[in-house]
C-alpha cells in the first residue's frame, strides 16, 4: 500500500459526460501528480502540482481540468468525454521538496469507460 | 527534452535464470532514473531508483539496475527470476529541474516454469 489513495476504483460513464476523480496523497506529500494510461499512448504525464499551485502541465487536453485543495486532495475533471478517454488514470504524490522529494508513489488508480 | 525507450514490448525467461530488461534514456541534464513495476489491476509500485550516487542501485524484490553514462543506459537485472516477478516494467526519467516522470513503453516479463 503506498499511502496514495484514489476514488472511484472504476467509472463508467457515456460519451459528452463530465466526471470528477479525487485523489488524497500520502501523509506529508506536498505534490500530486496525474497520468493516463492507456493502450496506444502508454503512461503520459497530465498535470503536477505542488501545496495548492500548478507546477508543471504536461499532454492534458483542455477539457480536462485539475486542482489541489488545501488540504492537499486533488481532483481531477474532465468533460464532454469521449470515447478515446477511456483509460487508467494514475494519481502519484511526492514530498516535493528535499532530498527525496523527486521519488513519485502511485495510487491504484481509476478506470474510465466512457461508452 | 527527455525520452526513455524500453526494447522489448515482452521478454520471457524460465523460473530461476537471470533477468534482464533494457532500458535507454535521453536527457540534456543529469537525469534521474527510476524502475516501476505493475502487477495486473494495480498501480505502480517503486522498484529502485538512480539521482546521481551509486552507479549500481539495488531495490526491491532483489532487483538491481547499473547506470551507464556512456552508454546511456539504465538496465534491470535480477539474478534468479521467480514466478512472482511476473509484470509489467516501467523506466522512467525525471530531472532535478522538472520531477514529472517520462516513461517508458513498458517490458511484459513472462516468466516459464
Known amino acids: 500500500d503506498s499511502g496514495v489513495t484514489q476514488t472511484p476504483k472504476h467509472l463508467i460513464t457515456a460519451t459528452g459526460q463530465r466526471v470528477t476523480l479525487r485523489c488524497s496523497p500520502r501523509?506529508?506529500?506536498?505534490?500530486v501528480y496525474w497520468y493516463q494510461q492507456s493502450l496506444d499512448q502508454g503512461l503520459q504525464f497530465l498535470i503536477q502540482?505542488?501545496?495548492?499551485?500548478?507546477?508543471a502541465k504536461g499532454n492534458i487536453l483542455e477539457r480536462f481540468s485539475a486542482q489541489q485543495f488545501p488540504d492537499l486532495h486533488s481532483e481531477l475533471n474532465l468533460s464532454s468525454l469521449e470515447l478515446g478517454d477511456s483509460a487508467l488514470y494514475f494519481c502519484a504524490s511526492s514530498a516535493g521538496t528535499g532530498p527525496n522529494g523527486y521519488e513519485q508513489y502511485f495510487g491504484p488508480g481509476t478506470r474510465l469507460t466512457v461508452t | 527534452a527527455q525520452s526513455v525507450t524500453q526494447l522489448g514490448s515482452h521478454v520471457s525467461v524460465s523460473e530461476g535464470a537471470l533477468v534482464l530488461l533494457r532500458c535507454n534514456y535521453s536527457s540534456s541534464v543529469p537525469p534521474y532514473l527510476f524502475w516501476y513495476v505493475q502487477y495486473p489491476n494495480q498501480g505502480l509500485q517503486l522498484l529502485l531508483k538512480?539521482?546521481?550516487?551509486?552507479?549500481l542501485v539495488k531495490g526491491i524484490n532483489g532487483f538491481e539496475a547499473e547506470f551507464k553514462k556512456s552508454e546511456t543506459s539504465f538496465h534491470l537485472t535480477k539474478p534468479s527470476a521467480h514466478m512472482s516477478d511476473a509484470a509489467e516494467y516501467f523506466c522512467a526519467v525525471s530531472t532535478w529541474s522538472s520531477y514529472k516522470l517520462i516513461f517508458g513503453s513498458g517490458t511484459r516479463l513472462l516468466v516459464r516454469p
Open positions: 502540482y505542488y501545496n495548492g499551485e500548478e507546477r
Open positions: 538512480y539521482t546521481s550516487a551509486a552507479t
Open positions: 501523509s506529508g506529500d506536498l505534490s
